[in-house]
T-cell receptor
């Protein structure tokens, strides 16, 4: 089946620390991979995406590389800010059929000054 | 402004009292979907629709109904709500081919 496993939270970091949130997936086809972010009290926003192997998605200093050989899509940022405090969701969708998203359980990040 | 809107944003109701949560998008998207978000479980899909008059079950459809009579609207109906449907609900839309989905702001439902 299709599923996403991501790092359990919560994660607490000091400002300017390095961030990694691990994400691995299982898919029956060739998925597109996503990171969505949910700020407190808001809906989900797309943070970045990658649609094929070895693609790197990037946005707002965050990066993730689609690794087919390890079925992974880990999220990284070199220097986090307090404003990055949010819940991060890894997700996949298959590129055929319905555009259904399969989500991980989410990782809550808190950045302290 | 391109957006997905949901109403109401907050709702407290009692067991068995029928309710509808509305969802509307102004991007002419074919695909629409409902998710529920629960702690430790992430987002799980309830129902989705590939186009007008085409709906299908997601992972957790029990206790919910949907309809897609117009392209822009995709209401979620709880005919007889129960406390285990207390959750945060999100509507989303996209082009039929995806890949990006656009999410509404969420509806927090409490069933007592």
């Amino acid at each position: 089946g299709n599923s996403v496993t991501q790092m359990e939270g919560p994660v607490t970091l000091s400002e300017e620390a390095f961030l990694t949130i691990n994400c691995t997936y299982t898919a029956t086809g060739y998925p597109s991979l996503f990171w969505y972010v949910q700020y407190p009290g808001e809906g989900l926003q797309l943070l970045l995406k990658a649609t094929k192997a070895d693609d790197k998605g990037s946005n707002k200093g965050f990066e993730a590389t689609y690794r087919k050989e390890t079925t992974s899509f880990h999220l990284e940022k070199g220097s986090v800010q307090v404003s990055d405090s949010a819940v991060y969701f890894c997700a996949l969708s298959l590129q055929t059929g319905a555009n259904n998203l399969f989500f991980g359980t989410g990782t809550r990040l808190t950045v302290i000054p | 402004e391109a957006q997905v809107t949901q109403n109401p944003r907050y709702l407290i109701t009692v067991t068995g009292k029928k309710l509808t949560v509305t969802c509307s998008q102004n991007m002419n998207h074919e695909y629409m979907s409902w998710y529920r978000q629960d702690p430790g479980l992430g987002l799980r899909q309830i129902y989705y629709s590939m186009n007008v008059e085409v709906t299908d079950k997601g992972d957790v459809p029990e206790g919910y109904k949907v309809s897609r009579k117009e392209k822009r609207n995709f209401p979620l109906i709880l005919e007889s709500p129960s406390p285990n449907q207390t959750s945060l609900y999100f509507c989303a839309s996209s082009l039929r081919t995806g890949p990006q989905q656009y999410f509404g702001p969420g509806t927090r439902l409490t069933v007592t």
